[in-house]
Nanobody, 126 residues
Framework: QVQLVESGGGLVQAGGSLRLSCAAS????????MGWFRQAPGKEREFVAA????????YYPDSVKGRFTISRDNAKNTVYLQMNNLKPEDTAVYYC???????????????????WGQGTQVTVSS
């Protein structure tokens, strides 16, 4: 079992930055690939970023590529999402999630993740 707790959300103006953190506890954090997803009201959950257990590989959709950066510190059992040049369309609840590296589904698919945090709200004003 892995418990995930997100923090760092808030209200920011367009063009601003936020850094989200996701602290993990339970089973060995470094065994898991980690992902960030978001969900806006009335919309489906959307893939935002993922990072392999070793941090050798990162993945982003085109909508955030060049603006968002995922990283992890296995010594601190924490994964981060640095978000720069935020836009109003980035407004959503952001969730971190953990999955095994060997899961057959691509990182962008939420069904491949076994553990989820409770989410943190990010609101970007125009």
């Amino acid at each position: 079992q892995v418990q995930l707790v997100e923090s760092g959300g808030g209200l920011v103006q367009a063009g601003g930055s936020l850094r989200l953190s996701c602290a993990a506890s339970g089973r060995t954090f470094s065994m898991y690939a980690m992902g960030w997803f978001r969900q806006a009201p009335g919309k489906e959950r959307e893939f935002v970023a993922a990072i392999s257990w070793s941090a050798d590989y990162t993945y982003y959709p085109d909508s955030v590529k060049g603006r968002f950066t995922i990283s992890r510190d296995n010594a601190k059992n924490t994964v981060y999402l640095q978000m720069n040049n935020l836009k109003p369309e980035d407004t959503a609840v952001y969730y971190c999630a953990a999955r095994t590296e060997s899961h057959p589904l691509p990182y962008r698919i939420s069904g491949g993740y076994d553990y989820w945090g409770q989410g943190t709200q990010v609101t970007v004003s125009s």
